[in-house]
């Protein structure tokens, strides 16, 4: 009676580490994936936003306080 329940533990003992063995490759699959995901939507969102164009400096002229009027309150 034993041995039947040493060989049916180790059945199932050997079908869980199989079974474990295919869900760590299927995880690290998975993960490669979702990366390479993340790393193609970068590149395209990249691709398709335009550079931001930049702004010209302000132009600072002199203005002579003659040439400004007040305007009547």
């Not at 040493?6 to 869900?23: K, Y």
């Not at 760590?24 to 398709?48: C, I, N, S, V």
Request: net charge positive.
């Amino acid at each position: 009676m034993v041995l039947v329940v040493a060989w049916i533990s180790l059945l199932v003992a050997s079908v869980a580490v199989v079974l474990q063995r295919r869900q760590a490759r299927q995880l690290a699959r998975l993960t490669e994936m979702y990366w390479q995901l993340k790393y193609d939507h970068g590149e395209l969102k990249a691709a398709l936003t335009p550079p931001p164009v930049e702004a010209p400096p302000p132009v600072t002229a002199f203005v002579p306080l003659g040439s400004v009027r007040r305007s009547p309150s």
